[in-house]
C-alpha cells in the first residue's frame, strides 16, 4: 500500500513539473503575450520595453522558467489583467461556487447511476434494462447546453417551480463564511437562506449529472454483465449461496473498479470547470472566470493559474481513485 502511494505520489510530481514547463512556453508562444495583453491600445515601443525588462522577459529563458517554478510553488501567479486583483484571491472566490455545483451534480450520478446500471443488468433484455439504454443514450446525446435552456425555460419561465440564475436570491440574508453557501447557512444557523441555496443548486446540478449520470449507468450495466457471466459467479450459485451474498461480495465488488475509475474521471471533469452549465445559470464559477478569462480581456495570469488548478484537480482526484481499489479489491493491497 505505501508503495502505490509512493508511486502516484511520484507521478503526480512528475506531471506537475511537466504541465507548468508547457503551461510556461505556451504563454510565450501567443499572439501578443502578456504585454500586449496588460498594455492593450496604450502599447508604444517604449512601453513594450519597459514592461519587458519589468517582467523580466529580457533575460535568458532559463531563468524565466526558475522564476515561473518559483512563483507557482509559492503560490505568486501575479494580479489578474482584468480586475487588476491577485489571482489567487480572484479564483478563490469562484471555485467554492464550482465545487458546490460538481459535487452535487456527482452525488445525483453516483446515487441514480450505480443502482439503475445495476438494476438494468440484473433485468438484462427486459424492459427496464431497454429503457435505461434508450434513455442513457438520449443523455449522452443531448447537447448540455441545449438541456439547460430547456429545463430552465420550462421549469423557471413556464411552471415557476426553480429560480432562474444565481446562487441565493437577491436580498436573502447570508453570511459568507466558507463561500459555500448551503454550508454556510448550517454553520451560521440561518436555515432560510441554506434553503434557498440549495433550491437554487438543484437545477443547474441535475442539468450538470445528465452525462454522467448516463455514463456511470451503462459502465455499471456493462461491468455487472460481465462479472455475471465469470465462472465464480455461477460457483457460487451452485454452491447455494444466497443471491444477496452473491450480489455483495461477489457481482458489486468486482463490478466496481471499472465504475469508480468513471466517476473519478467525471468528478475531475466537473471540478476543473461546468463552463456551459454556469454560463446558463449565471453561477458564477470557476466556468464564468474562464469564459470572461479568454473573452476580449486576455487575461493570461488567470488562464494560467486556471489551467494548472484544474491539473491538480484531475490528478489528486485520480490518486484518490487509486487508493480507493485497495479497499474495494484486497489484491491491489498485494501488487
Do not use: C
Amino acid at each position: 500500500m505505501v508503495r502505490v502511494v509512493s508511486r502516484r505520489l511520484i507521478q503526480l510530481f512528475v506531471t506537475l513539473i511537466a504541465l507548468m514547463t508547457l503551461v510556461f512556453f505556451w504563454l510565450r508562444s501567443l499572439p501578443g503575450g502578456p504585454v500586449d495583453a496588460l498594455l492593450g491600445e496604450r502599447a508604444t515601443p517604449q512601453t513594450r520595453e519597459a514592461l519587458i525588462r519589468a517582467l523580466g522577459y529580457d533575460q535568458p529563458i532559463w531563468v524565466q522558467y526558475g522564476r515561473f517554478l518559483k512563483n507557482v510553488v509559492t503560490g505568486n501567479f501575479g494580479n489578474s489583467i482584468r480586475t487588476g486583483e491577485p489571482v489567487t484571491d480572484v479564483i478563490s472566490r469562484a471555485f467554492p461556487a464550482t465545487v458546490e455545483l460538481a459535487l452535487a451534480a456527482i452525488l445525483i450520478a453516483v446515487g441514480l447511476g450505480i443502482p439503475l446500471g445495476y438494476l438494468a443488468a440484473r433485468h438484462r433484455g427486459r424492459l427496464l434494462d431497454n429503457a435505461t439504454i434508450i434513455v442513457t443514450l438520449i443523455g449522452i446525446s443531448i447537447p448540455i447546453f441545449f438541456l439547460g435552456y430547456l429545463l430552465k425555460d420550462w421549469l423557471t419561465q413556464d411552471i415557476h417551480f426553480f429560480p432562474p440564475s444565481g446562487r441565493i436570491s437577491t436580498g436573502t440574508d447570508n453570511t459568507d463564511v466558507t463561500g459555500f453557501f448551503v454550508l454556510d447557512g448550517l454553520l451560521t444557523r440561518e436555515f432560510d437562506a441554506s434553503a434557498d441555496a440549495l433550491w437554487h443548486l438543484v437545477l443547474p446540478a441535475v442539468t450538470l449529472a445528465t452525462i454522467p449520470l448516463a455514463i456511470i449507468v451503462r459502465i455499471t450495466r456493462a461491468s455487472v454483465l460481465d462479472v455475471l457471466d465469470e465462472d465464480y459467479i455461477r460457483t457460487a450459485d451452485a454452491k447455494g449461496l444466497r443471491n444477496a451474498t452473491i450480489r455483495k461480495r461477489h457481482v458489486l465488488r468486482n463490478g466496481l473498479l471499472p465504475v469508480v475509475t468513471t466517476i473519478g474521471l467525471q468528478t475531475g471533469a466537473l471540478l476543473a470547470g461546468a463552463v456551459l452549465t454556469e454560463k446558463v445559470y449565471n453561477w458564477g464559477g470557476l466556468g464564468t472566470l474562464i469564459t470572461d478569462s479568454i473573452s476580449g480581456s486576455r487575461d493570461y495570469p488567470v488562464l494560467q493559474a486556471l489551467i494548472l488548478l484544474a491539473a491538480v484537480v484531475f490528478i489528486v482526484v485520480n490518486l484518490v481513485v487509486d487508493l480507493s481499489y485497495a479497499f474495494i479489491d484486497p489484491r491491489v493491497r498485494v501488487q
